[in-house]
Structure formats: structure tokens, C-alpha cells
């Protein structure tokens, strides 16, 4: 058990001791007024190697050696060569000694511990799902980065498990991805109407495999819940925010003690409304129950932003002439920005991975009908278990969040902070 725990905890160590000597070092060229972007970037270098030698640690040979010496040498060569380079403006030799003191190098060896400690419970099972995905078998892996390398999960998931003389999908091959992605762009035929082959094969997902259609459904659901939340959302806190009216009080207290009672206590009427209006098994009717369950907190937290516009905008604006509807379009609207994206985002991100609604109130026989959390659970749930295909699914899930919070980074941010100052 010692010795499984031995290298890991060597390996931490050693990461730890490179960011110690990377800080160092941008802080010697800070006080001899070198470029310290340069002292840091060179010393973050070894980080990569350091990873490159866990992904291919039983691949031993001179790459692991070089790997290894890359390591250990980049950062005493970036520290020694910023503390001999010579200074461009006046500094005393204290102040280069202060930063090799033992509480300097103690206070920094504790807080890069603390961050990388961190940092490893969080990219570490990410590295392990993305490696699981490119592993060809279907039983998860025991290592984090698997020998082989290859995209037949994602092939299998996207076109199906089938063959080039399969009557239904004669274009792709099985195991194939880069070959069947040619094909849905260009076509099969070279001869024929490459335009019209492709934009058949973008837009009909007839011929595709039942998680492309599981992946559209939850799209769908997410794209109207995100634009559709947003709007009433939106529209319900100005209201609340700017408008005096009987009730409102007992409004805003009624919608913020909905928030304490769960979700699954409606399950039952959810069930008997759905089946009274013929809305079982159509995943898009499921948008309807996940505005609802977002309207207060999310209202809340939009209120509150709103509520810190100042009035007088309002009010200059109705000087001018400008009725309510123009205000809230050309004035709230585009104040609103961070908030209201903070709220699109988190009302795209709901459908995806929610798996009781489906499993409740869509047709369980019918797998067209299916979202993605029901069809990656099917993954893992059987005796005839395949994880990494459904770590390859997750995966895909994860590329259009990810799109999104990269896109919506600044205002995400803000609007987090700024919600949460007044309600």
C-alpha cells in the first residue's frame, strides 16, 4: 500500500517544487527589472513534461528519460539563470537573499500544496473520463491514460455500431470516425451533388445512431429553456423590481417559500397533468416543468440586479419619451447582460444530466423519445455494461457547456457578484 502511495506523493512533491522555484524566480526578475512573463512561462514548462511522464509512464525508454531530465533541469536552469543575469535597474542583494528565506520559501511551499491538492481532485477524474473514452474496450481502464489510443466509442455513439453493407446507414464504416465524417460533409458518391449530399446528411438524423437523436432531443429542450426562461424570466423581475402593486409582497414571499419544497413532492401531479394534456413522451413539453422549477430563484437573483439600476434612467428616459416596453428593451435589457447570462447558462445546463423528469414522463419503450441521461444511464445499468462508451458520451455532453462558459466567461463572473448584492 506504502509503495502505491510512495510515487504519487514523490510526484506531488516535485510539482510543488517546481511552482516554489517558478515563483522565485518571477520574483527575482521582478526586482531586477527583467521580463517576468518570460521567468514564469519558462517555468511553467516543466508541468508539461511532469504530465507527459504520468500519461506515459509505462512506456519506459529515452523518452521517459528525456522526459524526466526536462523536468528536473528547466527550472534550476530558468532560477539560476535570472538570479546570475544581470540587473537593468538598482537592487540591493537583501532583497534577492529575502526571497530564498525560510519563511518565503515555507509560506509558498504551502500555498502551491494547498492549490495543487486541489487542482488535482478537480483535472484528475477529468483526465481519467477523456482517457476513458479514447480506450478501445468497453470495461473502464485501470490506468489513467490508456495504452492504446482510439475514437471507436465516439464512431459507435455518433453513427451507430454498424457496418458498410448495413442497409440502413451504407455510408458510414464502423470504427471509421474521420472516413464517416468525410462522408457526412462531402458524401459517399465523389461524383454526385456534393452540396445537396451535404446538407442531406447534416440535417437528417434518420440514418443516425439513437444518441444523435438523444443528443438533439436534450438540445432542443435546453435551447428552448435557455431563450424561453430567459424572456419570462426576465420580464417577471422587472415587474417586481420597478412596478408597485396589490399583492406583490405576498407575491415575491409565495414565490421565494416555493424554493424550499423539492422537486420530487410535485412528482405525482407532474404525472396526471402531463397524461391529462397529451404532453407524455414529447421531450420538448419537459421545458415547461424546468422554467416553472427556475422561475424563483433565478427571479431572485434577477431582481436583485435590477434593483440596482438607478430609477433616474428610468425616469430621464420617460422625460424623453420613451414608453415601458422601450425602456426595458434599450435601457434594462442591455444593463442586464451579466445577469441575465448567468441565468441563460444555468437554464441550458439543466436538461442535460436530469434524469428523473425523462424517466417519469417520457415513453421508456420508445428511445426515440429519449434525452441524454436516459440514454447514458442505459450505458452502465445492464449486465452488458459499456463505460466507455458512456465516458465518451459525457464528453460530448460537456462540449457545448464548456462553449458556452468560455463564451459567457466575463459575464458569468459578474453577474454572480452583482446578484447577490441586493434582494
Request: glycine residues 6%.
Amino acid at each position: 500500500m506504502i509503495e502505491y502511495l510512495l510515487k504519487p506523493l514523490m510526484l506531488f512533491i516535485l510539482a510543488v517544487l517546481i511552482f516554489v522555484m517558478q515563483s522565485v524566480s518571477v520574483e527575482i526578475a521582478e526586482k531586477k527589472g527583467l521580463d517576468k512573463s518570460k521567468a514564469g512561462l519558462i517555468g511553467l514548462i516543466p508541468v508539461l513534461f511532469l504530465l507527459l511522464n504520468i500519461i506515459f509512464s509505462n512506456k519506459p525508454g529515452f523518452v521517459t528519460l528525456l522526459f524526466n531530465l526536462l523536468t528536473y533541469l528547466i527550472p534550476v536552469a530558468n532560477l539560476c539563470y535570472f538570479l546570475f543575469a544581470p540587473s537593468k535597474k538598482k537592487v540591493h542583494k537583501s532583497s534577492i537573499r529575502m526571497a530564498f528565506s525560510k519563511k518565503e520559501i515555507f509560506i509558498k511551499f504551502f500555498t502551491y500544496s494547498e492549490l495543487l491538492f486541489a487542482a488535482v481532485i478537480v483535472v484528475i477524474p477529468i483526465i481519467y473520463i477523456i482517457g476513458a473514452s479514447l480506450s478501445p474496450r468497453p470495461s473502464l481502464p485501470t490506468s489513467i491514460w490508456p495504452e492504446k489510443i482510439s475514437l471507436i466509442n465516439f464512431t459507435n455513439l455518433i453513427w451507430g455500431e454498424v457496418g458498410p453493407s448495413t442497409a440502413r446507414n451504407p455510408i458510414y464504416i464502423q470504427g471509421e470516425f474521420l472516413t464517416n465524417l468525410k462522408s457526412l460533409i462531402w458524401g459517399a458518391d465523389k461524383y454526385g451533388n456534393v452540396l445537396d449530399t451535404t446538407l442531406k446528411n447534416l440535417f437528417n438524423i434518420s440514418h443516425r445512431s439513437e444518441f444523435v437523436k438523444w443528443y438533439f432531443n436534450t438540445l432542443g429542450i435546453a435551447l428552448v429553456n435557455m431563450v424561453v426562461g430567459v424572456i419570462f424570466i426576465t420580464g417577471a423581475a422587472y415587474v417586481f423590481a420597478r412596478f408597485k402593486f396589490k399583492g406583490k409582497k405576498f407575491g415575491l414571499i409565495s414565490i421565494l417559500v416555493l424554493q424550499v419544497f423539492p422537486s420530487f413532492m410535485g412528482m405525482v401531479a407532474m404525472y396526471t397533468l402531463f397524461q391529462t394534456f397529451g404532453l407524455m413522451g414529447k421531450p420538448l413539453a419537459l421545458s415547461i416543468l424546468y422554467i416553472g422549477g427556475a422561475v424563483p430563484y433565478n427571479m431572485w437573483v434577477i431582481k436583485g440586479f435590477l434593483q440596482n439600476i438607478p430609477k433616474e434612467l428610468d425616469e430621464s428616459a420617460m422625460i424623453d419619451g420613451a414608453n415601458k416596453l422601450q425602456i426595458f428593451f434599450k435601457i434594462i435589457l442591455p444593463l442586464s447582460v451579466p445577469i441575465i447570462s448567468f441565468v441563460g447558462v444555468s437554464l441550458f445546463m439543466a436538461p442535460w444530466m436530469d434524469y428523473m423528469l425523462p424517466k417519469l414522463l417520457l415513453n421508456v419503450d420508445t428511445k426515440d423519445t429519449w434525452t441524454i441521461a436516459m440514454g447514458l444511464y442505459e450505458f452502465i445499468s445492464g449486465t452488458n455494461s459499456q463505460y466507455t462508451k458512456f465516458a465518451a458520451g459525457s464528453v460530448i455532453i460537456a462540449l457545448p457547456i464548456t462553449i458556452l462558459y468560455m463564451a459567457f466567461q466575463r459575464f458569468l463572473v459578474e453577474g454572480i457578484t452583482a446578484g447577490s448584492t441586493k434582494g
